[in-house]
């Protein structure tokens, strides 16, 4: 192990005049001495300074990093690092040993205090100087970066460390050298100064030559991401490396940096799959150990290695997940719902978890992470009355806050799964507040999927459809991906039809029909071909014959019929064929669990609109939700179903 003996930790600035007899007076001076656990004699090496000429000099270049100027001393400013033979003799000097020196380290909380405790000693190891500069990064960084660069790097206790590991790296101990480099980049020291260089370059020559353990890997690893990102080619041979150990071993810390190394050597290709293999497997037999920083890492790098046929470990991560959702930062809780969304996971107790936390704390949370939540319920068609009732209340108190991006992921779930707040009210007309003052700001697609959305719940933007019906507007949507594409005509011709039928007093703009679908787009996933084959049967026991009705039915209006029966004017069955004497028409909506939110019975907004404009138009809707056939168990029972549904005021009679 390398130490650092020292006397003072005065600091010589070339800028100052100094004569050689004052800097010969300076006896002691940190110095790396390999082998030794106290220095007793040292030769005079000849040192450069750390020389700051002035102020203007501190500057933040590429990365924020704060750049530090190294300049040589003149050959007549030599200085003696450990003092002379007559000094040495001395039994003066002030040791700690490693563990009461990080008790007392751990227990300052500003740099001052810090400098101070160090130079009250005269020796330490290179472990416990970069300990001290971890300290130092710790209580000098917060979210916005260096508090006072200019305090810092004038320092002479800090400008004498880096000093030290600058031109005495080869003697530092691993664990010291790498401490080092994570501190300093944390500290934002420039990566193209010298000492950054240094320390890299060592540590780069020790990759080479093997001598890194699993612990020292993963310590340059995190400081080459820091640095380079997931591109670094560095990573690759240190991931090399990781793959010779027995992975059996490894700490979360360990398997958490693994994973961010393979994000950028492992995208491109298959190369280190059976090594994600093994890594996927050994995570999960120590998911219960992850914090919730590292249950994040982990997803995300699970995302971004498109590892989706990690569903066991997916699985316990999602699980695992439920103890943490408090603990998660909002960036830590978008990273795990984003997870969610992609490797196409849901958990119920994840959910029930999230409905628990979540209220109580939508006042302190960033938009992002309340528009994330939203976004995760709506894909997964999850209606949390207790989620969506908090974030109603959230943005009629805080919509300002919300970019116009985050206004329409957080209010399309209302329309999306055709739920209305108890604050809906005050809801949308804080909406058409924020649509008037903000409307230039919102992207055409954006806009469009907001407006669609609130028509799905009847709450119809008649003061903005001027805007979203005229040729410019089309021509915004038309000249941006997806374009006018068969999803955007269809909400156009949806949102066209809405103010048509429900709208009847307005008199702006129309589409004009070369942006009118003939047929709205049916996700082929929404119908229930199982479910839609036993209603047929059962159908086929009441009426006797397929010819009194139809199935998958087209439309004049748009929309496409399950299921359509005619009566005349009698009540009696018509062929289905037939045109004439046709007094009313019956839609049957047969609508499996795809049509619901998810373990519930509330149907979904493009569903209820369809079967609301259906009744507008003329026909007799007549819904067969799964829920109330799933337990019928034959053709009989499912025709006495159908008999008592569809012709209510004959039920009872002989089919």
């Not at 030290?164 to 990566?191: M, V, Y």
């Not at 907001?450 to 933007?461: A, F, G, K, M, T």
């Not at 399950?562 to 018509?574: A, M, P, Q, R, Y």
């Amino acid at each position: 192990m390398a130490l650092i003996g020292r006397k003072s930790f005065q600091f010589y600035s070339s800028s100052t005049p100094a004569s050689r007899s004052i800097l010969m007076t300076l006896s002691k001076r940190l110095s790396f001495i390999s082998g030794q656990r106290k220095p007793q004699n040292c030769s005079s090496v000849a040192m450069r300074m750390l020389c700051f000429k002035d102020k203007a000099q501190y500057m933040f270049c590429r990365k924020n990093h704060v750049q530090l100027r190294i300049q040589s001393l003149s050959v007549n400013e030599t200085v003696h690092l450990c003092g002379d033979a007559g000094s040495s003799a001395k039994s003066n000097n002030v040791w700690m040993d490693e563990q009461q020196f990080f008790q007392k380290l751990n227990s300052l909380c500003t740099s001052k205090e810090i400098f101070d405790f160090l130079s009250s000693l005269e020796i330490m190891s290179d472990t416990m100087a970069s300990g001290a500069l971890q300290r130092i990064s710790e209580v000098e960084v917060d979210d916005n970066g260096l508090k006072n660069p200019e305090r810092l790097l004038e320092n002479e206790v800090f400008r004498a460390l880096c000093f030290q590991f600058e031109f005495e790296s080869s003697k530092l101990s691993n664990t010291g050298l790498l401490n080092a480099l994570q501190a300093l980049i944390k500290l934002r020291i420039d990566p193209r100064s010298m000492l950054m260089a240094s320390l890299l370059s060592e540590a780069e020559e020790r990759l080479g030559k093997g001598q890194l353990t699993v612990k020292n890997l993963c310590a340059l690893g995190e400081s080459l991401l820091e640095l380079e990102g997931p591109t670094c080619a560095t990573l690759e041979q240190i991931v090399n490396h990781m793959q010779e150990k027995d992975m059996e071993k490894w700490t979360p810390r360990e398997i958490v940096v693994v994973y961010k190394m393979l994000q950028g050597t492992a995208r491109e290709g298959k190369q280190y799959q059976d090594l994600l293999n093994r890594l996927n497997s050994v995570t999960l037999s120590i998911v219960s150990q992850l914090s919730p920083k590292f249950t994040s890492v982990i997803l995300n790098s699970l995302v971004i290695l498109h590892q989706t046929q990690a569903v066991p470990l997916v699985t316990a991560l999602c699980r695992h997940s439920v103890k943490h959702i408090p603990y998660f930062t909002g960036d830590e809780l978008v990273n795990v719902l984003e997870a969610f969304l992609y490797l196409g996971h849901r958990e119920q107790t994840f959910t029930v978890a999230l409905e628990t936390h979540f209220p109580k704390s939508i006042f302190t949370m960033q938009p992002q992470t309340v528009s994330k939540v939203m976004q995760y319920c709506c894909q997964k068609r999850i209606l949390s009355k207790p989620i969506f009732d908090a974030v109603a209340e959230g943005f009629i108190s805080d919509a300002d806050r919300f970019t116009t991006d985050q206004i329409a992921v957080c209010i399309m779930p209302f329309g999306t799964l055709n739920y209305l707040p108890p604050s809906a009210s005050a809801l949308f007309k804080k909406l058409e507040t924020i649509l008037h003052a903000r409307l230039s700001h919102f992207q055409p697609h954006t806009l469009l999927n907001l407006l669609h959305s609130c028509v799905l719940i009847q709450r119809y933007p008649v003061n903005f459809l001027p805007k979203i019906f005229s040729p410019y507007f089309l021509q915004q949507l038309q000249a941006q991906p997806p374009g006018l594409d068969r999803t955007v005509t269809t909400q156009l011709t949806q949102l066209f039809l809405a103010v048509t039928l429900e709208c009847p007093f307005y008199e702006g703009p129309k589409l004009l029909p070369k942006y009118q679908v003939k047929a709205f787009l049916t996700s082929q996933s929404s119908l229930d071909v199982h479910l839609l084959k036993r209603v047929k049967a059962g159908l086929l026991y009441l009426l006797k014959k397929r010819m009194y009705f139809s199935s998958e039915v087209s439309t004049p209006y748009f929309y496409t019929l399950d299921i359509e029966i005619k009566l005349d004017e009698e009540g009696f069955v018509l062929p289905a064929a037939q045109c004439e004497e046709v007094h009313r028409r019956i839609a049957l909506c047969v609508d499996g669990q795809n049509r619901f939110c998810i373990n519930s019975h509330n149907l979904l907004g493009e569903e209820a609109i369809k079967q609301r404009h259906l009744q507008l138009l003329g026909y007799e809707v007549v819904q067969i939700p799964f829920f109330e056939i799933e337990s019928l168990q034959n053709c009989r029972k499912m025709a006495e179903y159908l008999h008592k549904k569809i012709f209510p005021h004959t039920y009872g009679l002989s089919c």
